[in-house]
């Protein structure tokens, strides 16, 4: 009886042993998992954010003239004159999607 208790824990030992780089590699996957998507999450915050004080910045013109001195447009115009280039380019792209 003691010899299979001793033979089924050296058994035990050596799979723990063995199959050690197996499991310590999951354990780092997801880590890694898990740390890349809390990361994600904080992007997607900043993203918002950004995008957030961008429009308010071009809607009440913060930004007017400074990064371009010799552009005389407002930043809210400047921002719609995107918007529409944008959009256009969008809905072209879109059409030729459903054609082909």
């Not at 001793?6 to 035990?12: D, P």
């Not at 961008?54 to 007017?64: K, Q, S």
């Amino acid at each position: 009886m003691t010899r299979s208790n001793s033979s089924t824990s050296i058994v035990i030992v050596l799979l723990i042993i063995f199959t050690f780089p197996f499991w310590i590699g999951i354990v780092g996957g997801l880590f890694g998992l898990i740390v890349g998507l809390f990361g994600a999450c904080i992007g997607i915050i900043a993203g918002v954010f950004g995008a957030i004080f961008g429009a308010v910045g071009a809607v009440f013109g913060i930004f007017d003239g400074a990064a371009f001195p010799h552009i005389h447009i407002s930043g809210f115009r400047f921002f719609i004159i995107v918007a529409i280039i944008l959009a256009i380019v969008m809905m072209s792209g879109s059409k030729k999607k459903n054609n082909g």
